[in-house]
């Protein structure tokens, strides 16, 4: 025959285990921030020791820096060809290999009304629309340069 479980006991079981499984929460509460103070300590070391380099390091990194610096001094041209053209055909312009120009891409546009004393100026690309109107002017320039600089002679 079923009975009923008496209710007292069993309210009192439950707050009981309540009571436990809070305790429990608690602790692991507290031990994980425990565990997150050391991580954050752990990286704190690991941040230091990566700056603090000894002086070969140090050097060693600035030669690094420095020969890849001077691999990248592109004169003009080289910017083009190495840098500009590979862009362009990249993202599906149609780009003359031999310097010449296509429908989409005009190299060494002669260009009126600039700040010279003749008055005009050459675009290094302009990249023009299925209707022949410019959508870009793109002007390059040595790698050692701001980017200001050309972006200035683009404006113009």
Request: aromatic share 4%.
């Amino acid at each position: 025959m079923f009975q009923d479980p008496p209710t007292e006991n069993l309210k009192a079981k439950l707050k009981k285990e309540k009571k436990a499984a809070l305790q429990k929460l608690a602790a692991q509460e507290v031990q994980l921030q425990e565990l997150l103070l050391q991580i954050d300590t752990m990286r704190a070391r690991a941040q230091a020791k990566s700056i603090e380099k000894s002086e070969p390091e140090r050097h060693e990194f600035r030669a690094v820096g420095q020969a890849t610096a001077d691999a990248l001094r592109f004169d003009e041209k080289a910017t083009r060809k190495r840098l500009i053209d590979k862009q362009l055909i990249a993202v599906g312009w149609d780009i003359n290999p031999d310097r010449g120009n296509t429908a989409e891409v005009a190299r060494e546009v002669e260009t009126s009304n600039q700040p010279t004393k003749s008055g005009t100026r050459y675009a290094d690309y302009i990249l023009w629309d299925n209707n022949g109107k410019p959508l870009a002017v793109i002007e390059a320039k040595k790698a050692a340069l701001t980017p200001e600089k050309g972006r200035t002679q683009a404006k113009l």
